[in-house]
């Protein structure tokens, strides 16, 4: 079957089995799995709906990038006119199944560009993260799914306050030791009389 025949038929997948995913079955759950992965992967957060983020391709070719650095050459990847987004998409759908992604979970070019079919695009990238978190080449500190973003795991800083003392810390000091008056014996403190 050709891809023409393919993009026609809605419920054709990549390596023309039937689909079993709608067009309109979409995953929030996932796609939000997937959108801090790729803040965590990149450094680049969305500002807009996951399927608006995604549909210049180049937030995916700089994915495949991370993944694979150097697999698509960074002149190549460009941000203006209708060509740009095939030309992005198309590399990034080429280098993802290179990587390992199965054709049955590939999309087509305009399930993304014109936005037919968001959750097949949804089901690659799910696919690609699962295979790159396996991936023994990207080292341990490889970002996976359901990690929270990587700005919640900063250290927070202790902010000293002058004069100010943490109630834990009186209190441990409290129960801890009490006093002694002045001829040597224990006194309680006035909070245990």
């Not at 080429?94 to 037919?116: I, M, N, Q, W």
């Not at 902010?159 to 129960?175: E, I, N, S, Y």
């Amino acid at each position: 079957m050709s891809a023409k025949a393919m993009t026609e038929n809605q419920n054709v997948n990549c390596a023309g089995e039937e689909e079993t995913l709608g067009p309109h079955q979409r995953d929030s759950i996932k796609e939000s799995q997937i959108l801090i992965w790729i803040y965590n992967m990149i450094d680049d957060a969305a500002r807009v709906d996951f399927e608006f983020f995604l549909k210049d391709g180049c937030i995916l070719c700089k994915l495949m990038n991370r993944i694979l650095p150097g697999c698509i050459p960074e002149a190549d990847i460009t941000w203006e006119g209708a060509r740009s987004k095939q030309k992005n998409i198309g590399n990034f759908l080429r280098e993802a199944e290179k990587y390992g992604v199965p054709k049955a979970k590939l999309f087509f070019l305009e399930d993304l560009l014109h936005l037919r079919h968001v959750p097949r695009v949804t089901r690659c990238i799910y696919a690609l993260a699962k295979i790159a978190q396996s991936d023994p080449s990207l080292g341990p500190d490889m970002p996976q799914l359901g990690d929270e973003p990587s700005f919640l795991k900063e250290v927070t800083k202790v902010v000293l306050v002058p004069g100010h003392r943490d109630t834990k810390d009186v209190l441990a000091q409290l129960t801890a030791s009490k006093g002694e008056d002045l001829t040597g014996k224990k006194t309680k403190h006035s909070l245990y009389q």
